[in-house]
T-cell receptor, first 111, second 116 residues
Framework: DMKVTQMPRYLIKRMGENVLLECGQD?????MYWYRQDPGLGLQLIYI???????SEGDIPKGYRVSRKKREHFSLILDSAKTNQTSVYFC??????????FGKGTRLTVV | AQKVTQTQTSISVVEKTTVTMDCVYE???????LFWYKQTASGEIVFLIR??????ENATVGHYSLNFQKPKSSIGLIITATQIEDSAVYFC?????????????FGKGTHLHVLP
């Protein structure tokens, strides 16, 4: 079953707390992504990972970091979350000749 | 700059008619992939159809088809015989090479309303 799984689906955190968003895929895709989606702004690329320990900044990396220690798992970390990081976060994966497969998203609220 | 632009923020059509959503892109690459995705009311993002830049034939999947005009850097999505369930936000995307690696970038989306 081709799937990208995100956990948790909903999260409320206080400003200044650390946040860990987790993502897994079962397709052995080498490339994984983190996007955030805000109203009217579409999907903005935060980080992209080309394989284990091979990560690159996307268009809006500030305030985020990532970790990929296994091909099937990609984490997004917010150290000291800010209210402007309230958003919906999507994890995705792809291979060289495939489309991008998306998870169902994590709705993060920072209060 | 390499980018994807969807100028239509919202479109309303009556069901069973045909709708075209526009998308233009900019890229330095000679070979690239173009995609259309649908985001449903639940927030789920689903792949619909793709066009490889080296293919001259327009892709078709079910009641989705593409109008690929390479000289104009344009990839329109055509939905025929629209249904109420087609109401969603549609994103155009492009896979391109940037700084020796590839990534996928998205337009800002077009909200389609299919009315009874």
């Amino acid at each position: 079953d081709m799937k990208v799984t995100q956990m948790p689906r909903y999260l409320i955190k206080r400003m200044g707390e650390n946040v860990l968003l987790e993502c897994g895929q079962d397709m052995s895709h080498e490339t994984m992504y983190w996007y955030r989606q805000d109203p009217g702004l579409g999907l903005q690329l935060i980080y992209i990972s080309y394989d284990v320990d091979s990560n690159s900044e996307g268009d809006i990396p500030k305030g985020y970091r990532v970790s990929r220690k296994k091909r099937e798992h990609f984490s997004l970390i917010l150290d000291s979350a800010k209210t402007n990081q309230t958003s919906v976060y999507f994890c995705a994966s792809s291979s060289v000749n495939t489309e991008v497969f998306f998870g169902k998203g994590t709705r993060l609220t920072v209060v | 700059a390499q980018k994807v632009t969807q100028t239509q923020t919202s479109i309303s059509v009556v069901e069973k008619t045909t709708v075209t959503m526009d998308c233009v892109y900019e890229t330095r690459d000679s070979s690239y992939f173009l995609f259309w995705y649908k985001q449903t009311a639940s927030g789920e993002i689903v792949f619909l159809i793709r066009q490889d830049s080296y293919k001259k034939e327009n892709a078709t999947v079910g009641h989705y088809s593409l109008n690929f005009q390479k000289p104009k850097s344009s990839i329109g999505l055509i939905i025929t015989a629209t249904q109420i369930e087609d109401s969603a936000v549609y994103f155009c995307a492009m896979r391109l090479y940037d700084t020796n690696a590839y990534k996928v970038i998205f337009g800002k989306g077009t909200h389609l309303h299919v009315l009874p």
